[in-house]
């Protein structure tokens, strides 16, 4: 057996592409960003730029034809300067465009991918309800057919990207009496449809990402926005899901990165007691601590996303080894994560405490991710059912 680890010569330049491009033109806004909460209005035509937008897609959409892999190594590197702006760019490019682009028709996706990819568009995924979170099956969204049209009531909530968002897709009930199989989804355009009402909810981490709560007052839409198929919904929000995770650890990945890069910097340059503090035992327990965590989450989150893209079949959900290797890669990120950027604050002392310093974006921001796409929770829930599933004989 021979285990590599090794990013091919176009991942590594993907890589320092993405990392210039944030260092240079994004990490110098966010200090002001963070404070204001606000995302920069031109982030998207920016990543648009760079062919950063759409990795995943297809060429004939303007997308990159590439994997998830390379989707979760451009969310790492925009998280080593910002995690909130990473989830940000998660959010619209693969829970909402990636998921359209593997359900929709020819026609719904020759409208939408080529803006998403251009960074047009602006994507945001409804799922969570306020009282249906993990529990996301019992929502309450209904979409009731009148004619050749749907009528939407209800709300989603904690929905990234909605304030600001051209396409939102989203689940809703097409039929009540067939429970978690009555569910179907759709995609409207919230900032010129009647009756799509957003507010923007306040945040103490992940801020200049946007954040919603969504009501559908009414709300019609054309039939032809619908798609995947009435009542297959289910099927649709179960199989983006592993994917979500899988990438969605960069932000993760980036945080930690970040913080071990900034406290070994720190920890070389602060003397006390006539010595730098990189000296002291404490520190470098820290410091190979954090390192540890951060190669164990690299490894975890990279090897799902491989083995994500060398299937045939990407969909996961219940019963697939895919759905407890994207439950597990991103646990471990989250948790490890939240380790990593308190020991990198405990370095810095009170700077680590003050606003100028990016580990206390990064402390504030990975917290999420013990509660965002499934909490650590409902995680182990998922990697103990696939483990305890009578077929189980993978040593994944």
């Not at 251009?118 to 995924?125: D, N």
Request: proline share 3%; charged share 20%.
């Amino acid at each position: 057996m021979s285990l590599s680890f090794e990013f091919s010569p176009e991942q590594r330049m993907l890589e320092e592409n993405v990392w210039r491009w944030a260092s240079t033109w994004l990490e110098p806004q966010m200090e002001h960003l963070y404070e204001k909460d606000e995302m920069p209005p031109d982030l998207f035509r920016e990543l648009g730029k760079l062919g950063l937008n759409g990795i995943v897609y297809e060429e004939q959409y303007g997308g990159a034809g590439l994997g998830y892999l390379e989707t979760l190594l451009v969310y790492e590197n925009i998280a080593r300067v910002s995690n909130a702006l990473a989830m940000t760019v998660g959010a619209s490019q693969t829970l909402a465009f990636d998921n359209f682009r593997r359900h929709a028709s020819e026609a719904q996706k020759a409208a939408i991918l080529p803006k998403a990819c251009s960074g047009e568009y602006i994507g945001c995924l409804g799922i969570t309800e306020p009282n249906a979170g993990s529990d996301a099956m019992s929502m309450t969204t209904r979409a009731e057919k009148k004619g050749n049209t749907y009528v939407i009531n209800g709300s989603k909530t904690f929905i990234t990207n909605a304030p600001l968002a051209d396409v939102m897709v989203f689940y809703a009930k097409t039929d009540l009496g067939k429970g978690p199989h009555g569910i179907s989804t759709f995609f409207c355009y919230p900032k010129t449809t009647k009756g799509f009402v957003c507010e923007k909810i306040k945040k103490w981490g992940m801020r200049s990402s946007p954040t919603g709560l969504v009501t559908f007052d009414d709300m019609v839409l054309p039939e032809d926005n619908l798609f995947g198929g009435i009542n297959q919904g289910v099927q649709i929000l179960t199989s983006g899901l592993c994917t979500e995770r899988i990438t969605l650890s960069g932000c993760s990945l980036g945080s930690m990165r970040a913080c071990l890069e900034l406290s070994l910097k720190y920890a070389k340059e602060r003397v006390q007691f006539g010595k730098p503090i990189a000296n002291f035992q404490f520190i470098q327990g820290k410091l190979a601590d954090m390192y540890t965590r951060y190669l164990s989450s690299k490894w975890m989150a990279y090897s799902a996303a491989a083995f994500c893209d060398g299937l045939e079949n990407k969909a996961g959900g219940k019963g697939t080894d895919l759905d407890r290797m994207a439950a597990a890669a991103l646990l471990h990120c989250g948790e490890a994560g939240t380790a990593v950027v308190s020991d990198a604050v405990q370095i810095h002392g009170g700077y680590g405490y003050c606003q100028e310093y990016a580990v206390s974006r990064h402390y504030l921001d990975e917290k999420l991710w013990h509660i965002g796409a499934g909490t650590s929770e409902v995680r182990r829930m998922i990697i103990a059912r696939e483990l305890l599933r009578d077929d189980f004989a993978s040593g994944r």
